[in-house]
């Protein structure tokens, strides 16, 4: 039975740690909808009420784009061993580039990933459980190395290209503020 609450209970925020993937649905006024899937040591419950992630260089930059226009965000998060549960988390967020002021006080809370690109922080204003009785149970194998991998063979100087080339735009042409507020 799904249940809604205004903050995370000690008992979500275990739960969440618990997870290895979560995903992340954003979207302005008439873009497409864009969900990403996060895995990594990403993310941090700063409180009740308060969660930020740190995104890495991607193939795209969509979330990035979206936020800036429309600040809303979902992360939901699914048991996928264990008792069955379906955690949606909604709320208002806002993106943090390398440029802002608060990127030197939360960049220091992640371990470091190469191609670390923005930090989201989303202010909850809904929490939501489900079932989750229809997700199939799987086991963790591990993280995948590739796209830290690439990212350290690009190099800092080959990342801040890739931003430039691959990372200014969404697929419906919108700009992430990506090169004005990370690159010198």
């Not at 591990?142 to 991998?149: A, I, K, S, T, V």
């Not at 990212?151 to 931003?163: F, M, N, S, T």
Request: glycine fraction near 8%; include cysteine.
């Amino acid at each position: 039975m799904g249940q809604r609450f205004h903050s995370l209970s000690d008992r979500l925020i275990q739960f969440i740690y618990e997870q290895h993937l979560f995903f992340v649905g954003t979207a302005t006024e008439d873009s497409r909808v864009n969900i990403s899937p996060k895995g990594m040591d990403s993310l941090r419950v700063m409180n009740d009420r308060r969660i930020i992630w740190l995104n890495v260089t991607g193939s795209g930059n969509e979330t990035a784009a979206h936020v800036q226009q429309n600040p809303r965000m979902t992360l939901m998060f699914a048991s996928f061993k264990g008792k069955p549960m379906i955690l949606r988390i909604y709320g208002t967020a806002r993106v943090i580039h390398q440029k802002d002021p608060d990127w030197q006080g939360l960049f220091p809370l992640f371990d470091p990933l190469p191609g670390a690109r923005q930090i989201f922080d989303l202010n909850i204003d809904l929490v939501q459980t489900s079932c989750g009785m229809a997700v199939p149970l799987f086991d963790f194998a591990g993280e995948r190395e590739q796209l830290n991998n690439w990212a350290e063979k690009q190099g800092e100087v080959g990342i801040r290209e890739y931003w430039r080339r691959s990372n200014q735009k969404t697929i419906d042409g919108i700009d992430t503020g990506i090169v004005e507020k990370n690159l010198d």
